[in-house]
């Protein structure tokens, strides 16, 4: 074999080595570009689903302000060029979106908060007293659900729930009529705890006068 045929050889055995490694290096360097791109997406995702909890509470009087929820994206279209962005820029945009996203969701639960305060302190609880037995009831049930709602991850849907039942109860406390002092003095009696000898006609007839008579069980005493 002569010198020149080895020489070629060690030339292309070089040469080999050489692609195999630029292209180790290439899908490296794409491996790594996807990795960012799948976690800018994530982050994205996240900014997307707190952003449409925001809209939907602005929608029904809430107070959020919206600035600057594009913040990083803009820049990171201009780092891109239309090109395939580079791994700093890919995690510039990541912390800037994460950054941008738990600032909305901060002013989403503040608001949030005392938006559910203000919608809970419309409704005339006084009145359960003057719902029937089943209406009451499916009241406090939807009160239970109310609370649930309001102490659950703030998402849009969460919210546009909250709303209509938040709706369907106010109007039936609304229609119901307001308890006299009489009616809740007795009541108070009787969930204290009270004996049929201290209930006198007056307090009975006035049971039947509001409805209120199927709302009361009597039982024996054990003595």
Known sequence: ???????????LLASEARRIEVGQQETATAVAVSTRVNTLRDKLEGLRTT???ARRLNAHGGDISLDNVNEGLDRFRQRAGGGL???PALDSAARTVDGVES?????????W???CEQ?????RRDRLVMLSVREAAAAEQALADLDKLRRGDVRAAAIQQFVISHRELRAELDNA??????????????RVGTTLDKLTPAD?????????ASTVEVRRRAT
């Open 1 to 11: 074999m002569s010198n020149q045929s080895v020489r070629d050889k060690a030339l």
């Open 51 to 53: 952003l449409q909890a």
């Open 85 to 87: 962005p580079s791994k």
């Open 103 to 111: 600032r909305l969701r901060q002013a989403l639960r503040e608001a």
């Open 113 to 115: 908060r005392a938006w």
């Open 119 to 123: 919608r809970m302190a419309e409704l």
């Open 177 to 190: 009529p307001d308890p006299d002092p009489e009616v809740l003095e007795l009541l108070e009696r009787l």
């Open 204 to 212: 009975l007839q006035l049971l039947y006068d509001r409805q209120l």
